[in-house]
T-cell receptor, first 115, second 111 residues
Framework: KAGVTQTPRYLIKTRGQQVTLSCSPI?????VSWYQQTPGQGLQFLFE???????NKGNFPGRFSGRQFSNSRSEMNVSTLELGDSALYLC??????????????FGEGSWLTVV | QKEVEQDPGPLSVPEGAIVSLNCTYS??????FMWYRQYSRKGPELLMY????GNKEDGRFTAQVDKSSKYISLFIRDSQPSDSATYLC???????????FGTGTQLKVEL
């Protein structure tokens, strides 16, 4: 069974540009979450989508947005990139709501460098 | 007060040692607790997942939840150099599937 797949794995962008990252969840999983990981702040929750609806959102500016498609694949977009957006962006998927038999799995991440 | 706190280490132990990694959390209502292992430049890999309190064992790994103290632990027996990684505790803290992570403990197991 394939895991969570993220593309691209590495990318370099210039300040002011925008970027779109893609995530394919584990087959059958309907919940997709996004996290940002930096050395200074650690892993921080961005947002979660379930059945194409945003279910929860972290404390990030509106430049960070996402969406989920009917096949559960998800994209996140960062507009007007800043140097501080350089980070590892992680996608996680879950079958549905976490319960005693269902948990959350992460992809390998997309490394974004803003120059 | 942070929702989840974890000693960042680094922690260095000899091969074969028992390792104890710990986190504390703020809200007694939290019920779902995970431990992830992350190698350098890789995504977090799920190691252990526990619901409510008690112990859970999987091979050399044991996860323990003490709800009365709001304290979770991961024990690694017979540690190996391949266990050298950053260990992250994570707790389900919000509506839906929002995880809040500890800062991670960097572990090095030396020959």
């Amino acid at each position: 069974k394939a895991g969570v797949t993220q593309t691209p794995r590495y990318l370099i962008k210039t300040r002011g540009q925008q970027v779109t990252l893609s995530c394919s969840p584990i087959s059958g999983h309907r919940s997709v979450s996004w996290y940002q990981q930096t050395p200074g702040q650690g892993l921080q929750f961005l947002f979660e989508y379930f059945s194409e609806t945003q279910r929860n959102k972290g404390n990030f500016p509106g430049r960070f947005s996402g969406r989920q498609f009917s096949n559960s694949r998800s994209e996140m977009n960062v507009s007007t990139l800043e140097l501080g957006d350089s980070a590892l962006y992680l996608c996680a998927s879950s079958l549905g709501v976490v319960d005693s038999g269902n948990t959350i799995y992460f992809g390998e991440g997309s490394w974004l460098t803003v120059v | 007060q942070k929702e989840v706190e974890q000693d960042p280490g680094p922690l260095s132990v000899p091969e074969g040692a028992i390792v104890s990694l710990n986190c504390t959390y703020s809200n007694s209502a939290f019920q779902y607790f995970m431990w992830y292992r992350q190698y350098s430049r890789k995504g977090p890999e799920l190691l252990m997942y526990t619901y409510s309190s008690g112990n859970k064992e999987d091979g050399r790994f044991t996860a323990q939840v003490d709800k009365s103290s709001k304290y979770i632990s991961l024990f690694i027996r017979d540690s190996q150099p391949s266990d050298s990684a950053t260990y992250l505790c994570a707790i389900l803290t919000g509506g839906g599937n929002k995880l809040t992570f500890g800062t991670g403990t960097q572990l090095k197991v030396e020959l």
